[in-house]
C-alpha cells in the first residue's frame, strides 16, 4: 500500500471547478522530484463513486478541489473528513457527494483510507477552459500549499519554491 | 374535486446538470408530469475553432460516468467527416471497451443506484442471516458463499455510526418495500460484493484503455494500445472477464430474476411504447452493421422495426430555454440560451426536446433489447423468451419499469459473452490505427449506444477546424419535454397513472425514473400545495 494519493478533481470545461485538475498538471510537471514509491498525483477529472478503487490502494488521500465556502475567490481551505461530514454538502464542489459515497462504499467494504480535502474558493464556474485570472493567479500558492501538505503526510521536508 | 398534490423533485446538480421532475398528483395517481433539466450547454463555444482530432479529449470530459462514450463517439464523427476506415484490430478494441462500459455500468446502476428503491436496507438488520443464507442457495446455487451475519454487522455498525453515506435519504420503512428483511439482507450483501466486482470491470477496462476515468488510447483513426494487445495483457483481460461472467451469471442475473418475481405489478407500470436505437458493437466497417442492432420501434409493435432514418431528427425547443421555436435537426442546430424562466405552460427546462419522425423515443437498453429481439437476433430471442417463461410474462410485459430493469441485465450478459470472441479475433501483428486525412470542409455523424441509451455527436468542419458541434444524448431523448407538438417526453409520458401512496416519499416516481438510469445525483424538493409545506429529500442517485 502506497502512503499517498494526490487526487485532483474537477471540470476543466468549467472554468475554476477544474483547478483540481490543473493542479495535478503542474505537479506532473515536477514528477522526478516525487518518491513514486510514496505517492501517485491522478488526474481524477469529473470522476463519480467509481474511483473508490483507487482508495483501497492508499494509507492517504489528499483531494484537491474548491470549496464554495463564500469567501473570497482564491482562499485555500483544508478541510478533514469530519468536515466534510459536518458542514452543508453545497459548500463543497459538485464532486463532494461521490468523494463521500466513495469513501462509505470503501468503509463498507472494509478499508478507508484517512481523507484530506485542500480547496480553494472559485471566482466562476461557466463554460470555458482558462481559469479565471483571480484563480489562475492562486495557482502557484495553491500548488504550493499542497506540496507543504504532502511533505506533512510523507513526513519528509519538502524544499520550499 | 378531487384533491390534487403537486410534488417537485428538484435533484442537486453534478457535474452532467441538474434534474427536477414535478408530477400532480389527483386521487392518489400522477395526472400530469413534467421533467426539467440542463445538460451540455455551451460545450459548442469550447469546441468551435479547434482541431478536428483534439474534440474526443473534450467531450470526453463532459460526464464522470460516460467518458468513452463520448470519446469515442468524437473520434468517429471525425472519421466519417474524413471518410477513415479503421483496421479491424481499432474497431474490436472500441468493441471491448465499450463492452467493458456496459458491464461496468448496468450492474453499478442495478445494485448501487436503482436496487435501493426495491431494497429495505434497515429491514435488513432484522433478518435471520442463517435464513437469508438458505434462501440465497435457493435463489442461486451458483452464487459466491456470503457470511451474511458478518454482512449484518457490517451494516449495522455502519447504520450505528450515523454517517449511513449512499444509504441516506432512502425512504426506509415506506409500505412500497415488499420484501422480507432476509431478502433484503441478500440483496445488501450483494450491494457490497457488486462493489468488488466493479473494481474488476474498472481495472479490466483500464488494460486497453491506459487510463481510468478518462482512458487515453483512442484517437482519430484507430487506437494507441497497440503495445498492450499482448498475450500477457489478453489474458490479464479474459481473467478479469470470467470473473465478470460468473458474477452476472451467478448473481446479477438471478438477483434481477428474483426481484422481478417479488414485484410483479412493476411489470405493467412505467411503460412506454416508441423504442430508438442506432445500434454498437460494428460488426466492420458500416456504422450500420452492429451486433446490437439499431432500429426504430413504434407503438410497441414489434412486428415492424424500422431502419433508422437520421433525418427523421429533430430537436424541438419551443418548450425549452432557447431562442426561436423552429425544431431542426442536430446538424444543423443552433443552441442559443434564451431563460426565460420555469413555467410549466410555457418553457420549462434546459433541455432540447428530441423527436423521431415527431415523436418522443425511449433510448436505453429496453430500447435495444427489443430491436434485437424484433430483428430475431438469436442469442437475444433466447435471453428474453427464458425470462419471460421463467417469470411467467409476455413481452407486453416488457414495456414497463422491469423490463427496463431486466434489458440492462439482459444485454451486459449477452455483451460479457460476446468479449470472449472479439478478444479472439484481434490480431496482435496487425495494424491498430491509420492516419486520417481531415477535410479542409465536411460533416460527419456518429451513431452509437452508451450504456444509458443513444447518443449522437455530428461535427462541421470549416477551415480544417470545427465550425460546428452537436450532440444530442441519452437523456435528452428520455428526459426532455414536450415539443412544439405538446406531445410529452418518455419520462413524463411514463410516469402518468402511477399510483403514489405518500406524495411525501414518493419512491414510486423514483423507481420509474430510476429505471431510465438518468446520469444524476439528486436531492428532492417536495411541495405539497395542500399543506405548503416543503420537505427536502436526499434522494440516492
Known sequence: MKKLLVLGVGNILLMDEGIGVHAIYEFWKEKQDWDETLVDFIDGGTFTQDLFYLFEEYENILVLDIVRAGQTPGTIFSLEEDQLRKEEKQMLSLHDIDLLDSLGMARMRGYCPRLKVLGIEPDKIDWGMQLTPTLAAALPSFVSVARKHIGELLAISIPST | MPETTKITIDP??????????????TDGRVTNAWSSGTLFRGVETILQGREPEDAWLFTQRLCGVCTYVHGVSSVRCVEDAAGVSIPDNARIIRNLLMGGLY??????????????????IVSALSANPGAAKILADTISPS????????????????????????????????????????????????????????????????????????LQSLRVGGVTCEKQVTSTRINE??????????????????????????????????????????????NGNSPWDNYLPG???????????????????SEHVERSFYAGTSARHPASGETIPNYTGYDTKDRYSWLKAPRYNGEPMEVGPLAR????????????????????????????????????????????????????????????????????????????????????GALGHWINIDDRKIANYQMVVPSTWNLGPRCSAGKKGPVEEALMGTMVVNPEEPVEILRIIHSYDPCLACAVHIIDTNQDKTYTVQVIK
Open chain 2, 12 to 25: 442537486v446538480t453534478r457535474i452532467e446538470g441538474h434534474l427536477k421532475i414535478e408530477v400532480e398528483i
Open chain 2, 103 to 120: 458491464i461496468h455500468d448496468h450492474p453499478v446502476h442495478f445494485y448501487h443506484l436503482h436496487a435501493l428503491d426495491w431494497v429495505d
Open chain 2, 143 to 214: 452464487a459466491p458463499t456470503i457470511d451474511f451475519e458478518e454482512v449484518q454487522t457490517k451494516l449495522r455498525t455502519f447504520v450505528n455510526s450515523g454517517q449511513l453515506g449512499p444509504f441516506a435519504g432512502g425512504y426506509w420503512g415506506h409500505s412500497a418495500y415488499q420484501l422480507t428483511p432476509e431478502e433484503n439482507l441478500i440483496y445488501a450483501a450483494h450491494y457490497l460484493y457488486a462493489l468488488r466486482e466493479q473494481v474488476k470491470a474498472a481495472k479490466m477496462h483500464a488494460i486497453f484503455g491506459a487510463k481510468n476515468p478518462h
Open chain 2, 237 to 282: 483481460f479474459k481473467t478479469y472477464l470470467n470473473q465478470l461472467k460468473d458474477f452476472i451469471d451467478h448473481v446479477y442475473l438471478p438477483d434481477v430474476k428474483y426481484l422481478a418475481s417479488k414485484y410483479p405489478e412493476w411489470a405493467s407500470i412505467g411503460g412506454f411504447n416508441n423504442y430508438l436505437a442506432f445500434g454498437e458493437f460494428q
Open chain 2, 295 to 313: 432500429g426504430v420501434i413504434l407503438n410497441g409493435n414489434l412486428a415492424e422495426v424500422n431502419d433508422v432514418d437520421l433525418s427523421k431528427i
Open chain 2, 369 to 452: 433489447v427489443l430491436t434485437a429481439y424484433a430483428k430475431g437476433h438469436t442469442d437475444m430471442v433466447k435471453l428474453v423468451d427464458e425470462l419471460l417463461t421463467q417469470l411467467d410474462l409476455t413481452m407486453d410485459n416488457m414495456h414497463s419499469t422491469l423490463g427496463r430493469v431486466a434489458a440492462r441485465a439482459l444485454e451486459t450478459k449477452l455483451i460479457a459473452d460476446q468479449m470472449d470472441n472479439w478478444l479472439s479475433q484481434l490480431n496482435t501483428g496487425g495494424s491498430f490505427i491509420v492516419s486520417p486525412d481531415i477535410p479542409t470542409t465536411g460533416a460527419g455523424a456518429a451513431l452509437n449506444e452508451a450504456p444509458r
